[in-house]
T-cell receptor, first 111, second 112 residues
Framework: SQTIHQWPATLVQPVGSPLSLECTVE??????LYWYRQAAGRGLQLLFY??????ISSEVPQNLSASRPQDRQFILSSKKLLLSDSGFYLC??????????FGSGTRLTVV | QKEVEQNSGPLSVPEGAIASLNCTYS??????FFWYRQYSGKSPELIMF????GDKEDGRFTAQLNKASQYVSLLIRDSQPSDSATYLC????????????FGSGTQLTVLP
């Protein structure tokens, strides 16, 4: 069966520090991968999606970036965090048949 | 801008009642519709999907789709306190490379 792993679960970072969140999927090949952010009390905002290795599409201009170095690995990064980057970051995968399956999420607080 | 609209709630129902959650979408070409449940502090989990007009039932949950009215709903029968969560409506719009657009969610509280 397919599983999705996302870490860390919780992160507190100072303003201006770098960020790296990692997501891996097991049990499937060539999945579509997505990064979403959910601000407190708000809906889910799509940040990036990828349909294959090295293929990244950005939905929202910001100081975040994403990379897909391997088929089942998706990384969200920032060189310098802003206070407004705080939120709940969710990785998800899809095999084009059904809806998305989400990872457990990373709660990021920028202080 | 392709949008998905939901009443934010909160919606409160007594235990055992039917909870009705509603969602409208702007893109008439949308093909696939999903309901997710999100407990506080947790990630969303898929509970229902529907592709065709009409009703789809799964246990206590029924999804209803009306493409002409651009309306999708979720009914929860015999509501339980464990159903208390935020329910997110999501739509795959036409030409979107299977990107899900989410509504902002409806917070449901089932009162014992």
């Amino acid at each position: 069966s397919q599983t999705i792993h996302q870490w860390p679960a919780t992160l507190v970072q100072p303003v201006g520090s770098p960020l790296s969140l990692e997501c891996t999927v097991e049990g499937t090949s060539n999945p579509n991968l997505y990064w979403y952010r959910q601000a407190a009390g708000r809906g889910l905002q799509l940040l990036f999606y990828s349909v294959g290795i090295g293929q990244i599409s950005s939905e929202v201009p910001q100081n975040l970036s994403a990379s897909r170095p391997q088929d089942r690995q998706f990384i969200l990064s920032s060189k310098k965090l802003l206070l407004s980057d705080s939120g709940f970051y969710l990785c998800a995968w899809s095999d084009n048949n059904y809806g998305y399956t989400f990872g457990s999420g990373t709660r990021l607080t920028v202080v | 801008q392709k949008e998905v609209e939901q009443n934010s709630g909160p919606l409160s129902v007594p235990e055992g009642a039917i909870a009705s959650l509603n969602c409208t979408y702007s893109d008439r070409g949308s093909q696939s519709f999903f309901w997710y449940r999100q407990y506080s502090g947790k990630s969303p989990e898929l509970i229902m999907f529907i592709y065709s007009n009409g009703d789809k039932e799964d246990g206590r949950f029924t999804a209803q789709l009306n493409k002409a009215s651009q309306y999708v709903s979720l009914l929860i029968r015999d509501s339980q306190p464990s159903d208390s969560a935020t329910y997110l409506c999501a739509v795959i719009s036409s030409g979107s490379a299977r990107q899900l657009t989410f509504g902002s969610g409806t917070q449901l509280t089932v009162l014992p």
